[in-house]
């Protein structure tokens, strides 16, 4: 059976339906590539099961703004983490949720601790708790250093 | 009778270069001869041949989506449910592209089912196909043991006890069952070490194996063309006296609307049901209620559970896992164990028989409600009788039998939607 | 405690098969002096065991089993572990080869009644000195302090030898250092320590404290408490059992007055703004004790919401309904809002957390939002606790403070929710060139040529 045009009279509906079929096919195709394209390009940042995560403020900015308000918890793998400031000038990161119930802790830089407005659990600077009702240390986090002195960035870390 | 692959409104003549340059480096020419000389028989039960086809594309998806899924799944227990989640969330139709993995897996089960069921009934595995029945069955347990590791890898509270439980079961067989249970899990519980092992499984060895065997299957069907049921043959007067069609184009076709259909299911079940992700596995925990296996590993576990702990002296677990592992061989004997008329009406009561207790055993075990497992049951009852019936010769004892089944299983449907209605 | 002497201690016990005994070269008395820590085979003729040990003399009767020491006891002893031996507690000499009754000897410290034990420990306990050389800064006040307890009085005042005296909390040969797991008095194990005696209903039979009668429930119901599944399950060694409210070597009940100081030790913020109410003052007024007015005493419960207000179960109504002690309408009126202001937000909290959790489920990006909504969690706590201002003001700014941030995500949620919709919506244009070319392939096919 030949299935040549000039020998059918089906031929130029034939034709025309090849050309969209053609061009249909193009555009399911493109439906489909599209996703994959998408898929592939890099994610904005990953935050869920991240191990390790750059603050959001360099050491120079860690310190009390015009209220005397500490820098605040940042998300950190979905949990908030508290960067503070020792006596050393060591900085340190730790798990911003008190170990008492769920609130979330914050520095305070006058009184030199950790405290949790919630049940005014305190914690040193080192996460030990000090007072009130929280059973045990803050998580403490590791921290990196890196780039100009001074002026580093922060980099807290699970590992 | 042989139409070229190209579209006949190009001119055989003025070739362009580039294709030309291909077409005789390539050994295209053998391709083309192949293809050309391939035809497919037509008559009643030609549909059931795209369920292979069907089944390739759907294994050609999950080997796009599972490539793409590699690229930000992480294998271990700290991390993998975290990045199957974030790919999830954070990646552009990281969603999409998971729950494209978990359906197209799905409906691939499903339609090797289908294509196992229909290549028995229309006795595909005589000679000399025995080869092609066998590396059929081979790899449809390659592609359950796909199902199987993949489950496990998001490490969800689910997978992770479906795992325990599935893994326990090697271990009761004698002997050699402790050692293989350590094996599979890589240690003494289900821990990490078992993750990166069925990561291995999912991602290396099981894809080598299956592409092997698959070019094996493809070869053989390639070699003895398509099996023809004997009913149609006597028909029509004798195999060689069946109309054809070339593979290519109009198999090819055809066979495209098949997939083209699949994908458009599958993206509309990946898009209005997309794939839960649950918990995260908690190794301590005490096991999760209703923890199930997949669908297809559903009707082992019901019957597993139904057993008592002794039967005859012999613990019961053990004597189920060898029951399925010698209804397994039987399977994959078939080709051999078919000898004449009358193992041959003993094998089709033993299959009818395996199917009513796949059916009644998954129904039970994926519902706790008792309309829901009717309809359910009822459903499926209807749909194997429907394929049933378009094999048995009309007037037959075997097709009234079947049309009565339908009758049955009809109203039983009626029953238990009206059920679920009136409650 | 101290690792290497236990060690010790341990080999040369279970190395010396018949636990023989023998005595130091010379035997101070009068607090031990000269001893080093470190453990010293005793020598042969350190007689106490001859009579004492498991075998001696005295071991025969029923009546002397309470005077024979065993070597499983000293072993976890504390004090033998730093290497005090008998003598060292119970003076007399050791060397005496002799079977003389040591109660005759003028060095032997004699412990004829419970009355004496407190003085016995207090010995070496009360000397700073002496103390010292173990710890850097020892407590010496035990002992002073056990005199101003409900047991130390008891015992001097009236002679009642069945209260508890160092021994019945720390045990007799067998005192383990106070941070031993094991040991009686470790968090874990005080109340059921203490238990012993308070749960005895025999013994706490007509006890009673300025006229209130003890009873003998509070362990069981200490173990009901919020603080006992603190301390148990979760394993929370600061969570407070009887020696946190009671004082340990100066056990008292509390009094009404001194109650709140109690629990303020650990309740810092509560009673910090409970101790400026007016509610206070009209408390003390009236002889109520404080938080346990409210919250219980030996079983409170983790506070819940329904407490609050004047609803059924909520403790408020207790007076307010009825004008007890001087309640007013007006505090019933601030108990109800107070009540109402934590609802809203709770409920609020909740239907964004659901919200939340179906955008979750259907795949979309919400852990933004539900990072934001740990503030709003942080404002219901808040507003929990400075529910004991007693005053409407406070709480209502925490909740509002907790409602803006619920309305913040809810509008994210609710856009999450929208986007899923849209993918929905994006599928179904999807779907067209899928459809249209199954269609036009089913045209094409029939299109062609029909084959033969």
């Not at chain 2, 006795?123 to 590791?149: H, K, Q, V």
């Not at chain 3, 201690?9 to 005595?23: D, Q």
């Not at chain 3, 509070?218 to 919020?226: A, D, Y």
């Not at chain 3, 937000?345 to 179906?358: A, C, F, H, P, Y």
Request: aromatic share 8%; glycine share 8%.
């Amino acid at each position: 059976m030949e299935g040549s045009c000039d020998k059918s009279d089906k031929c130029p509906r034939r034709s025309w339906l090849v050309r969209v079929l053609v061009g249909m096919n193009l555009v399911a195709i493109g439906s489909l590539l599209y996703p994959i394209t998408r898929f592939l390009r890099p994610r904005r940042g990953t935050r869920h099961g991240t191990l390790n995560v750059v603050a959001p403020f360099r050491v120079d900015q860690l310190r009390p703004d015009a209220d005397g308000e500490w820098p605040a918890p940042f998300e950190f793998a979905g949990k908030p983490c508290v960067l503070v400031r020792t006596s050393d000038g060591e900085i340190k990161a730790f798990n911003a949720i008190c170990t008492h119930t769920d609130c979330t802790v914050k520095c305070r830089p006058e009184e030199g601790d950790i405290f949790c407005s919630c049940h005014g659990g305190v914690y040193d600077l080192n996460g030990q708790n000090v007072s009130g009702p929280p059973p045990r240390p803050l998580e403490a986090y590791k921290v990196i250093l890196r780039g100009k002195p001074g002026r580093e960035e922060i980099i807290v870390s699970r590992t | 009778m042989s139409r070229a692959p190209e579209k006949p409104n190009d001119s055989p003549a003025t070739r362009p270069g580039l294709r030309d340059f291909f077409y005789d480096r390539m050994g295209m020419s053998v391709a083309a001869g192949l293809a050309a000389k391939k035809k497919v028989p037509i008559h009643r039960s030609t549909p059931f041949y795209f369920l292979g086809g069907m089944a390739l594309f759907l294994f050609v998806i999950q080997i796009v989506s599972g490539v793409l899924l590699s690229l930000y799944y992480k294998p271990s227990p700290d991390q993998a449910f975290e990045s199957v989640q974030a790919f999830m969330t954070e990646v552009d139709f990281g969603w999409l592209i998971r729950s494209v993995h978990s359906w197209a897996a799905n409906l691939l089960i499903g339609i090797l089912f289908l294509h196992l069921l229909t290549a028995y009934m229309m006795r595909a595995y005589r000679r000399p196909r025995e080869l092609t029945w066998a590396t059929g069955i081979l790899l449809l347990a390659l592609f359950m043991a796909f199902g199987f590791s993949g489950y496990l890898l998001p490490w969800n509270q689910l997978a992770f006890f479906a795992t325990r439980v599935g893994t326990a079961l090697v271990g009761v067989l004698p002997v050699v069952g402790q050692d293989l249970l350590l094996l599979a899990r890589g240690g003494e519980n289900v821990t990490g070490d078992t993750l990166s092992r069925f990561y291995a499984l999912h991602v290396a060895i099981l894809p080598l194996l299956t592409l092997a065997m698959l070019g094996f299957h493809l070869f053989l069907v390639q070699h003895h063309g398509m099996s023809v049921p004997d009913r149609e043959a006597l028909r029509l007067g004798g195999s060689e006296r069946l109309p054809t069609m070339p593979f290519v184009p109009d198999f090819l076709l055809r066979d495209a609307v098949g997939w083209y259909l699949v994908l458009g299911i599958l993206a509309a079940l990946a898009a209005l049901f997309p794939w839960e992700l649950g918990e995260k596995a908690a190794p301590f925990s005490s096991a999760p209620e209703g923890i199930k296996p997949e669908w297809y590993f559903l009707f082992m576990f019901q019957a597993l559970k139904q057993l008592p702990g002794h039967i005859l002296g012999i613990e019961g677990e053990l004597l189920g896992v060898l029951f399925f592992g010698c209804a397994g061989l039987v399977i994959f004997l078939i080709p051999v164990l078919d000898r004449g008329q009358i193992s041959r009406l003993v094998l089709n009561i033993l299959a009818a028989l395996a199917v009513v207790f796949f059916i009644v055993m998954t129904a039970w075990g994926y519902f706790d409600k008792g309309s829901l497992r009717l309809i359910l049951g009822a459903s499926l009852f209807l749909g194997v009788l429907s394929l049933a019936i378009s094999f048995s010769d009309r007037g037959t004892l075997v097709r009234r039998i079947l049309w009565m089944l339908t009758a049955l299983a009809t109203l039983l449907l009626i029953i238990g939607i009206s059920q679920e209605l009136y409650q | 405690m101290n690792a290497l002497p236990r060690c010790l201690v341990a080999i040369a016990l279970s190395s010396s098969v018949a636990f023989s005994v023998a005595a130091q070269e010379d035997a101070p008395n009068e607090p031990p002096a000269e001893e080093t820590a470190a453990f010293e085979t005793l020598t042969e003729d350190y007689s106490c065991m001859f009579c004492h040990g498991k075998t001696g003399t005295l071991s025969g009767t029923e009546k002397n089993q309470h005077l024979i020491v065993t070597k499983e006891d000293l072993v976890v002893d504390i004090h033998w572990q730093k290497g005090l031996r008998c003598h060292d507690c119970h003076g007399g000499s050791p060397a005496l080869d002799d079977f003389t009754d040591h109660r005759n000897d003028p060095s032997f410290r004699s412990l004829a009644s419970p009355q004496d034990i407190p003085v016995f420990c207090g010995h070496c306990h009360s000397n700073a000195q002496y103390m010292s050389r173990f710890r850097p800064s020892p407590r010496v006040d035990q002992e002073s302090e056990y005199w101003t307890s409900g047991h130390g009085k008891r015992l001097q005042q009236t002679g009642d030898v069945k209260v508890a005296t160092c021994v019945s909390c720390h045990g007799g040969h067998n005192i383990r250092a106070v941070d031993d797991l094991e040991s009686l008095v470790y968090p874990t194990q005080v109340a059921k320590t203490c238990a012993t005696c308070h749960s005895d209903a025999e013994l706490m039979e007509g006890r009673e404290y300025h006229g209130r009668s003890f009873g003998h429930q509070q362990f069981e119901l200490w173990s009901k408490s919020v603080h006992a599944h603190a301390m148990m399950e979760k394993g929370d060694l600061s969570a407070a059992t009887c020696n946190d409210c009671h004082g340990n070597h100066g056990a008292v009940p509390q009094d009404v007055d001194s109650l709140a100081n109690a629990c303020g030790t650990c309740h810092v913020k509560v009673a910090k703004l409970f101790a400026t109410t007016k509610m206070k003052h009209q408390f003390e007024k009236t002889d109520l004790p404080g938080c346990a007015t409210c919250h219980g005493n030996h079983k409170i419960h983790s506070p819940t919401d329904e407490m609050l207000g004047m609803a059924g179960g909520a403790v408020c109504a207790r007076c307010h309904e009825q004008g007890k002690h001087g309640a007013t309408l007006a505090g019933a009126e601030i108990a109800k809002q107070m009540h109402d202001e934590l609802a809203q937000l709770v409920t609020q909290i909740s239907s964004v957390g659901e919200k939340l959790d179906r955008a979750e489920r259907l795949g979309m990006e919400i852990r933004g939002p539900r990072f934001r909504l740990r503030d709003a969690n942080d404002a219901l706590t808040n507003a929990r606790t400075l529910v004991h201002s007693f005053a409407i003001e406070p709480v209502q700014q925490a909740v509002t403070e907790g409602l803006t941030v619920t309305s913040e995500v809810n509008s994210d949620a609710e856009a999450a929710l929208q986007e899923h919709t849209m993918r929905r919506i994006w599928l179904g244009f999807s779907l067209v060139p899928i459809i249209a070319v199954v269609t036009l392939l089913l045209l094409y096919i029939r299109s062609m040529p029909s084959t033969k």
